[in-house]
C-alpha cells in the first residue's frame, strides 16, 4: 500500500528503516504518552532501536507477516497504524494504532485504520482482523467501535506492560461484516477519505462514539447513592466534581457540582472522534461557544455551545 491521503494535511504511508530518525523524534515526543498501554516506546529507545524495530517491519512485510505505516501530518511523524501480525493463509490480522499527544482529536487513527483494513480485506483476502486493547484504553476502545467491529471476550492478565499484567478486550471485524458496514469497500472507498473505506454522514462531519447526559447536583455523593441504588449502574469515573455512572454495556450518566474549568454546566456530553473538526463546522455555523476548545488536564480536548433553545452542548474527544 503506497501512500494515502487521510485528509486535513496528513498522510499514510509505509514506515520504513530510513525513517528511524525520526521515530526516534517523535517517540522522544510522545513517549509517556504513548507507552501507558503499548510497549513500542520501551521497544524505541535510541536510533539503532529505533532502525532495528523498522528493519524486524521490513522483514515481516516481505514475508507477508506484517505491515508498518506512519502517519505524517504537515510532513511530521505523530502516529502509526500496523499489523503486528498477519498470516494470509489463514486470513487472520491484528492491527494496531499509536499517536503522540499533539496529534490527538483529530480522527486520524480512526481514518488510517480503516485504511489499512480495507487494504487488508480487498487486497491480501484477509476474513478476520483482530484489535487488541487494555480495558481502561477508551480511546482505542472506541476507535474499534467506530470500526464496526465486535467484542469477542477479555483474555485475562494475557499482558504484561511494564511489569504489571493487564486484561485484553479482543474486538474483531470479519470481511463480510467490512464490506457490509462500509457499503464502498468494493469500489475503492470513501472519496472523502482519499479512498479509506467507510463513509462519513455528511461531507466533514465527525463520527459520535458516545452521547452522554449530565445532571447538575448539588451533593454529588448523594447523588451517587440514589443513582447507583436505582439504576444499578457503577462508577466509572470520579473527578471530585463529576462522576460517571455506566452500567457494563455502553450507557452512561454523569453528576457534576461546577465544572472544573468551564464558567457553565452542560446539559450533554457527545464525544466524537474529531473533535477539531466539530469545532470548525460550529465556528462556520455561526454558533455561541460558551467555553472555548480546550486540552484539559484529565486527558479530554472539549468545547461547549449554547443551542438555540439555551441548552449547552459539551464536545469533547479522548486524548
Known amino acids: 500500500m503506497q501512500a494515502t491521503s487521510l485528509g486535513d494535511g496528513a498522510e499514510l504511508r509505509p514506515l520504513e528503516p530510513r525513517h528511524a530518525q525520526e521515530l526516534l523524534s517523535h517517540m522522544d515526543r510522545g513517549r509517556d504518552f504513548i507507552g501507558r498501554y503499548v510497549a513500542l516506546p520501551d521497544a524505541v529507545t535510541d536510533l539503532t532501536s529505533a532502525h532495528a524495530f523498522l528493519q524486524r517491519y521490513e522483514t515481516k512485510a516481505a514475508a507477508d507477516g506484517g505491515r508498518l505505516f506512519g502517519i505524517w501530518a504537515d510532513d511530521t511523524l505523530v502516529g502509526g497504524a500496523l499489523f503486528p501480525t498477519m498470516n494470509v493463509e489463514q486470513g487472520t490480522a491484528e492491527a494496531g494504532c499509536w499517536l503522540e499527544p499533539s496529534a490527538v482529536g483529530r480522527g486520524l487513527v480512526t481514518r488510517a485504520v480503516r485504511l489499512i483494513i480495507e487494504w487488508a480485506v480487498e487486497e491480501r483476502n484477509v476474513h478476520r482482523v483482530e484489535w487488541r486493547v487494555s480495558p481502561a484504553n477508551e480511546p482505542s476502545i472506541a476507535v474499534a467501535r467506530r ?3 465486535t467484542k469477542d471476550g477479555v483474555l485475562r492478565e494475557s499482558y504484561l506492560h511494564r511489569g504489571v499484567r493487564h486484561d485484553t478486550e479482543v474486538w474483531s471485524v470479519l470481511a463480510p461484516e467490512w464490506r457490509a458496514s462500509t457499503g464502498a469497500g468494493a469500489q475503492g472507498g470513501d472519496p472523502e477519505l482519499g479512498g479509506a473505506g467507510g463513509t462519513l454522514s455528511r461531507k466533514g462531519a465527525p463520527h459520535i462514539d458516545r452521547v452522554v447526559p449530565d445532571l447538575s447536583v448539588s451533593d454529588l455523593a448523594a447523588a451517587v447513592r440514589q443513582h447507583t441504588a436505582v439504576l444499578g449502574m457503577d462508577v466509572l469515573m470520579d473527578h471530585g466534581w ?15 457540582t461546577t465544572d472544573a474549568t468551564a464558567t457553565v454546566n452542560p446539559q450533554v456530553s457527545v464525544f466524537v472522534d474529531d473533535v477539531h473538526a466539530a469545532y470548525r463546522a460550529a465556528l462556520e455555523a455561526n454558533t455561541e461557544i460558551v467555553h472555548p476548545l480546550t486540552e484539559e488536564p484529565w486527558g479530554v480536548t472539549r468545547f461547549f455551545y449554547r443551542d438555540s433553545s439555551g441548552s449547552v452542548i459539551n464536545v469533547g474527544s479522548h486524548r
Open 242 to 256: 463529576i462522576v460517571t455512572l455506566g452500567d457494563g454495556t455502553g450507557h452512561q450518566l454523569s453528576l457534576m
Open 147 to 149: 470500526l464496526g467491529m
